[in-house]
């Protein structure tokens, strides 16, 4: 408990020290309204955060190989994440910056308004986009082939235990790891994106037709969907594709685990579309359609469904996201796209065991984390530009 | 130190829309002394309200106060901290909202919530300042003013809440209150109610008020001055009478020749007529209560009938009977003679076709999603069955009967259209089914007065021109006045009276449609004085309840 009055102490060194910015900050702005107004909490905020920003840059240019020659792999990482960022930064920038010139009026203007966060993510899931529509012409082997060298790390630095030929290595029978991360874009990706777009027809239609029924089949479809969610997810479609397991195997078993997964997920899009749809049904456009003798399919998708749309794209993106990483889960148990297919999940579970190389040989501890990084990285990606169409929906509104 | 309590000098307010500033307010002046009360008055979007949050030194969210300079009582507000604000607002400065229900919080009660700024402020503690609470309440009439204050907001009626919060405003004694159109949410009975009991408080404990609205009428009875506003710019400003009797700027005169507009007399309809539509005793229930019981009267072709009531009295479930939403449990309605189904999903195209109905609320009745080609060519499309470039013609002739140049709205969104435009649309789309029988719920009260005639006026030509019956659902009875042939007054699910508007204008009259008609304000300053007098009532508050029991 030796470090207690460590941080006690820098504690107080940092009040401290936003006391005094603050007071400067008044003395020299002329009492400016920012400095006037400001709690201390918020210049002990501003100084803790210039103190992080200070660190990180003196733990940057810290050497990475001690003089023994053994690798700092703490060091290594922060400099592969730093970078990792302002590269992301720099190329949403671009793209941003590309986007405000080219393109119609319409697209400039949607970039003019931007934020970067969401060039980045728009950026990122164009990329994904690309290397999953056009994976066979990209990676440069197949995702079935192996090759005699296993465990080659990544790199491509034959001075380091790396090969030109594998720039990211192998894995422990031998495949690239660079064409299986291109090939699992298209198989985790491609799924999960059929299997959001069935949960989003099943649960969307059944919410709405519910919202606008209303009386015993809103009742019947919202007891069933409490039943459902009642049961933990994971656990449920674990158990339901173990018994899917008994009929089905190879892709039919893929087949399974999408209307499974499917099926579960839609409770959740059922809940929001019946939300939504309950507060448009009441307005009065809605009944003037009804009285005009309208059908229900023409109410549900001529006058609900567009006023519904802001919400249920934002939740179509953290919907994808989940059913990712649901499928990633499943992969990673061993249920879920079933070998030879590559797919991240089962990438991070077969190389997972090279993380205990951390402390001493970073590159190879590095493979586990590329298709994990490749589910992180889409997941934030998604989830910024699903922020971005929220603010901009709400902000219509106004 | 100046001899204004409040001096706003050449203020410039700005709000931001698509990353630019738009200019709200352009350099207006507003000056008020000790105990005065300065009228605002203005269309929607003049900027009044916010000139008035600015007399506060306060800015709602996207708006900012880019110029000029607000002195309260000698501070000067935009350079004051936030700690010095906090020390003013509540305590010295008041702010009373148009909407009381949205305004209190519905998890406490009325007198915790009364007590809040006097404790915080430190002026008073709980028990004292929930002492005071009780005896504003007396001051104020709410009836039971010892047990009202532990009331939930619910649990009282909307004007009682516009009182409260009026009391809860005092509760510090400010100096100054402002009022952001405390009545503009009433019904005309409840109106009065709260007009006198603002009117005396701000009297006895000479407070200064500004007081925002958009009905001169009410704001002749509570302004000693009135600044008219538009478009961000000060119109004129003179003491009340002075404005009533001699306005100088002709946008002045025109807003004070709005309640001008009246209808000629139609030619009584011939005895043996089949009436458009007969609503003989429909007794309407939701659940188990009745709110309609024994509602019957005609409407006639190229007739209006005008329905008045406060809210609650059944105008609208009346409506929701007629087109088949709530099916009476009683009763029958006929169309052109013939029985009309009454469930609505039971009617035929033909039926429905024949009953249109144009909303209160423009901009819940239109898809927001769909443009108004698409909102006035779907009944188009589907009862007349036009296409294409049929369909569009027939669109274009639509907007051209409601005077919007199709070319230049046909593609637009609804959020597109300022109110007055955006109802003329659901005017359109009831035509486009081309009915017999339009009805008509509160279209014009959420709009400006000058808005509203341009509506009614339309209304009328159409009626003329197309021989169609109206159901005229309102709880104003200038609009009344204006429009209607027949009038039939409701409370409590029955119709009280009913017969010609020329008959229902002079007396004798039931005593209900008698407080109805003197509890409308008109443009005399000293009507409400006189009213109140007349009432019998020397000290206000339940001059209305006075009359009814």
Request: charged letters at 20%; one cysteine or more; proline letters at 5%.
């Amino acid at each position: 408990m030796s470090s207690v009055p460590w941080i006690l102490g820098a504690i107080v060194v940092l009040l401290a020290g936003g006391w005094i910015m603050r007071l400067a900050g008044q003395k020299l702005t002329g009492n400016k309204p920012f400095f006037r107004d400001m709690p201390l909490a918020v210049a002990f905020g501003y100084v803790l955060g210039a103190a992080l920003v200070l660190f990180g840059i003196w733990f940057y240019f810290q050497p990475a190989v001690t003089q023994d020659g053994v690798p700092v792999a703490s060091v290594q990482f922060f400099r592969w994440a730093v970078q990792g960022v302002l590269i992301g930064a720099a190329a949403a920038y671009l793209f941003r910056l590309v986007g405000r010139v080219v393109g119609t009026a319409g697209s400039r203007k949607v970039f003019r308004q931007m934020p970067l966060t969401a060039a980045f993510g728009v950026l990122v899931i164009l990329i994904y986009a690309f290397l999953a529509i056009f994976a066979p012409a990209l990676a440069p082997h197949g995702q079935e082939q192996v090759f005699g060298q296993a465990n080659i790390v990544p790199g491509g630095n034959p001075a380091l235990g790396g090969n030109p030929d594998f720039p990211l290595g192998t894995d422990q029978i031998g495949r690239d790891i660079l064409s299986r991360l291109i090939y699992g874009a298209q198989n985790t990706v491609g799924i999960a994106f059929a299997t959001t777009v069935l949960a989003f027809v099943l649960g969307g239609t059944f919410g709405f037709l519910a919202a606008t029924l209303r009386g015993w089949m809103d009742q019947a479809l919202s007891r069933l969907v409490d039943v459902l969610m009642a049961i933990p997810s994971l656990i449920f479609s674990l158990l339901l594709i173990t018994v899917a397991s008994a009929w089905v195997s190879g892709f039919g078993l893929t087949v399974a685990m999408v209307v499974i997964i499917a099926v579960i997920d839609s409770t959740r899009v059922f809940r929001l579309a019946r939300a939504v749809g309950m507060n448009i049904v009441v307005m009065d456009y809605i009944e003037a359609a009804k009285l005009r003798g309208e059908g229900l399919p023409y109410l549900i998708f001529r006058e609900i469904l567009p006023n519904a749309t802001a919400p249920l794209l934002a939740e179509f993106g953290l919907r994808f996201c989940f059913v990712f990483l649901t499928i990633s889960a499943l992969s990673f148990l061993g249920l879920g796209i079933q070998p030879p297919l590559a797919d991240w999940g089962t990438m991070v579970k077969d190389l997972s065991a090279f993380i205990n190389y951390a402390s001493f040989a970073p590159l190879a501890a590095s493979v586990p984390l590329l298709a994990a990084g490749a589910i992180a990285l889409l997941t934030v990606a998604v989830n910024f530009v699903v922020d971005w169409m929220l603010n901009r929906s709400s902000g219509l509104k106004d | 130190m100046s001899d204004f309590l409040v001096e706003m000098r050449d203020v410039r307010i700005e709000g931001r829309s698509d990353e630019t500033w738009m200019p709200i307010i352009n350099g207006v002046d507003l000056t008020l002394k000790k105990g005065e009360v300065l009228g605002l008055i203005g269309e929607s979007g003049a900027g009044k309200s916010t000139l008035g949050l600015a007399a506060m030194g306060f800015c709602r969210d996207g708006v900012r106060i880019s110029g000029g300079s607000v002195m309260f009582d000698g501070i000067d507000l935009l350079a004051a901290s936030a700690e010095q604000k906090r020390q003013l607002l509540g305590k010295r400065i008041a702010y009373v909202a148009q909407s009381a229900a949205a305004s209190f919080n519905p998890a406490h009660k009325l007198i915790d919530q009364h007590t809040e700024a006097p404790v915080q402020h430190g002026i008073a503690g709980k028990a004292e300042s929930a002492a005071d609470g009780v005896e504003l309440y007396r001051k104020l009439r709410l009836p039971n003013p010892d047990e009202i204050g532990f009331r939930y907001p619910h649990q009282v009626s909307g004007g009682q809440l516009q009182r409260a919060m009026t009391a809860m405003a005092m509760a510090c004694r400010p100096d100054l209150i402002i009022f952001d159109e405390p009545t503009t949410a009433l019904d005309v009975t409840t109106q009065i109610e709260v007009l006198a009991s603002i009117r005396q408080i701000v009297e006895e404990f000479d407070t200064a008020a500004i007081y925002i609205t958009h009905d001169l009428a009410v704001v002749a009875q509570m302004a000693d001055r009135i600044k008219v506003l538009l478009k961000g710019d000060e119109v004129e400003e003179a003491d009340t009478r002075t404005m009533l009797s001699e306005p100088t700027q002709e946008y002045t005169k025109s807003l004070w020749a709005v309640r001008a507009f009246e209808r000629p007399e139609k030619p009584p309809v011939a005895s043996d007529a089949t009436p458009v539509i007969s609503v003989q005793g429909i007794t309407a229930a939701y659940g188990t209560v009745d709110v309609l019981s024994d509602v019957s009267f005609d409407i006639h072709a190229g007739r209006t009938v005008a329905v008045v009531g406060e809210s609650g009295s059944g105008k609208s479930t009346t409506a929701r009977c007629i087109t088949g939403l709530l099916p009476p449990r009683i009763g029958t309605i006929e169309l052109d003679g013939e029985p009309l189904p009454l469930d609505y999903r039971k009617r035929s195209k033909e039926q429905l076709r024949q009953v249109q109905m144009i909303y209160q609320m423009a901009d819940t009745a239109l898809n927001p999603r769909k443009s108004i080609g698409e909102i006035i060519g779907r009944p188009v499309e589907f009862y007349m069955g036009l296409r294409g470039g049929a369909k569009r013609k027939r669109v274009a002739e639509l907007m051209d009967q409601i005077e919007l140049p199709a070319d230049q709205y046909i593609d637009r969104l609804p959020s597109e259209l300022s109110g007055g435009q955006k109802q003329r649309i659901g005017i359109a789309r009831a035509l486009a089914a081309e009915p017999k029988f339009i009805i008509c719920d509160e279209v014009t009260s959420a709009l400006d007065q000058l808005v509203a005639e341009g509506i009614l006026k339309l209304l009328a030509r159409l009626q003329d021109e197309l021989g169609l019956s109206y159901m005229f659902i309102t709880h104003d009875l200038a609009t009344v006045r204006a429009i209607a042939d027949e009038v039939v007054v409701m409370k409590d699910g029955v119709v009280v009276e009913q017969g010609p508007k020329r008959d229902m204008f002079k007396p004798p009259h039931h005593a209900y449609t008698d407080l109805l008609l003197s509890s409308v304000p008109e443009m005399d300053p000293d009507w409400l004085t006189n009213l109140l007098k007349e009432r019998g009532v020397d000290n206000i508050g339940d001059a209305a309840v006075g009359k009814m029991s």
